[in-house]
């Protein structure tokens, strides 16, 4: 186990382009899908924040939660990871992404069991094609630089990232845990409503 403080960022900074609406707002047994997700991640880190995007941050959602707002344009979740580790660069990252329905402490805990092993990310190996889960991972001090250097070179995406870096991947152990909601048609299928 790792010594290093550990702090928590839920990713709630997207544009929700393909589902239309605010998937930070969905209701989880009568909870906004953000509260739920940032209650779980505070439950298991010292700190934990909401990932924004500025003009994001006043909605009123958000704004109950501390925030650390994206200082980087069009880079998708990279941009809140950066920005963390810009603004907290001597701790470990749990990045979680607000749209995991099916997230659980379970999950959280398994993951940061495996803290302390000197990789720079650990992450969940995904059920369908066993490629990094990256948007419920840990993102180890340190990190930072090899992110900044993947994404100066254009590599924006977590998962290749993670994919083509020192990546310590675990086996999940709740089979729908990172199942993300990304449709309409998802949402139909999950136990999410949009909000009224």
Not at 163 to 183: F, G, K, M, V, Y
Request: hydrophobic share 40%; proline share 6%; aromatic share 4%.
């Amino acid at each position: 186990m790792s010594e290093r403080s550990i702090y928590g960022l839920v990713l709630a900074g997207g544009k929700s382009r393909r589902m239309g609406v605010d998937k930070a707002l969905l209701v989880h047994d009568g909870e906004s899908q953000l509260a739920r997700t940032v209650a779980m991640v505070d439950g298991v880190a010292e700190r934990t924040f909401v990932s924004t995007r500025a003009e994001q941050s006043d909605e009123p959602e958000r704004a109950k939660f501390e925030q650390i707002i994206d200082q980087y344009d069009d880079m998708g979740p990279v941009a809140g990871v950066l920005s963390a580790m810009d603004a907290h660069p001597d701790v470990d990252w749990l990045v979680v992404a607000c749209d995991l329905p099916n997230i659980s402490p379970r999950t959280l805990s398994v993951l940061l069991a495996e803290r302390g092993g000197g990789k720079p990310f650990i992450a969940y190996r995904s059920l369908h094609n066993e490629l990094p889960e990256p948007l419920c991972a840990i993102y180890s001090e340190g990190s930072n630089a090899i992110v900044r250097d993947f994404a100066e070179r254009g590599v924006r995406c977590p998962r290749k990232i993670m994919i083509n870096s020192d990546t310590h991947l675990i086996d999940q152990p709740e089979r729908d845990a990172l199942d993300n909601i990304n449709t309409p048609d998802d949402l139909r299928r999950s136990i999410l409503k949009a909000s009224a």
